[in-house]
T-cell receptor, first 114, second 112 residues
Framework: QKEVEQDPGPLSVPEGAIVSLNCTYSNSAFQYFMWYRQYSRKGPELLMY????GNKEDGRFTAQVDKSSKYISLFIRDSQPSDSATYLC??????????????FGQGTILTVHP | DVKVTQSSRYLVKRTGEKVFLECVQD?????MFWYRQDPGLGLRLIYF???????EKGDIPEGYSVSREKKERFSLILESASTNQTSMYLC???????????FGPGTRLTVT
């Protein structure tokens, strides 16, 4: 079993839809949770960052972490064609020797069509 | 703006060749990472370095080695390229103690 599981999709939605992207994980030591966005032929870039449980909102994006269920989500409201990309969840423990190592999900390919 | 550059966007090599992939960052980051990205498998960590001349194996180090002689530069070496090393290779860097990693654009390597 992978430490982090993410549905690879692909996911195709109409413009304006609410998108829900999800990851589950098995390592209870994970404390830092991130979502990266990767456009075609580019490297991933950080979209959202959350520490421990709770919600975080940034414009049309909301990240949720439920540590009791080992489940994280990214919601995109009013999705736009420019949101079409691969979305990767990533997480890390707070261990002193981890040097900021991240464990990534498989990535979900999202297409928002006009 | 943080900039991470990789020496090539596309590379085609033959089986058995020695391959060098170079990565340079301009933000004085202590940590540097090499990943490979394959469909359905996501990003998998090959090696990382937390200081000059220091390196640690990641999850899939077999068939690879690394070199970090200067803080800004981290090289990935395929000692004898094989077809199963055909992949997208991504370099990243971060500050010491930070979890946000900054990625380069990637090198798509094809081994024939």
């Amino acid at each position: 079993q992978k430490e982090v599981e993410q549905d690879p999709g692909p996911l195709s939605v109409p413009e304006g839809a609410i998108v829900s992207l999800n990851c589950t994980y098995s390592n209870s030591a994970f404390q830092y949770f991130m979502w990266y966005r990767q456009y075609s032929r580019k490297g991933p870039e950080l979209l959202m960052y959350t520490y421990s449980s709770g919600n975080k909102e940034d414009g049309r994006f909301t990240a949720q972490v439920d540590k009791s269920s080992k489940y994280i989500s990214l919601f995109i409201r009013d999705s736009q064609p420019s949101d079409s990309a691969t979305y990767l969840c990533a997480m890390s423990d707070a261990g002193g020797t981890s040097y900021g190592k991240l464990t990534f999900g498989q990535g979900t390919i999202l297409t928002v069509h006009p | 703006d943080v900039k991470v550059t990789q020496s090539s966007r596309y590379l085609v090599k033959r089986t058995g060749e020695k391959v060098f992939l170079e990565c340079v960052q301009d933000m004085d980051h202590e940590n540097m990472f090499w990943y490979r990205q394959d469909p359905g498998l996501g990003l998998r960590l090959i090696y990382f370095s937390y200081d000059v001349k220091m390196k640690e194996k990641g999850d899939i180090p077999e068939g690879y080695s690394v070199s970090r002689e200067k803080k800004e530069r981290f090289s990935l070496i395929l000692e004898s390229a094989s077809t199963n090393q055909t992949s997208m290779y991504l370099c990243a860097s971060s500050w010491k103690g930070a979890y946000e990693q900054y990625f380069g654009p990637g090198t798509r390597l094809t081994v024939t």
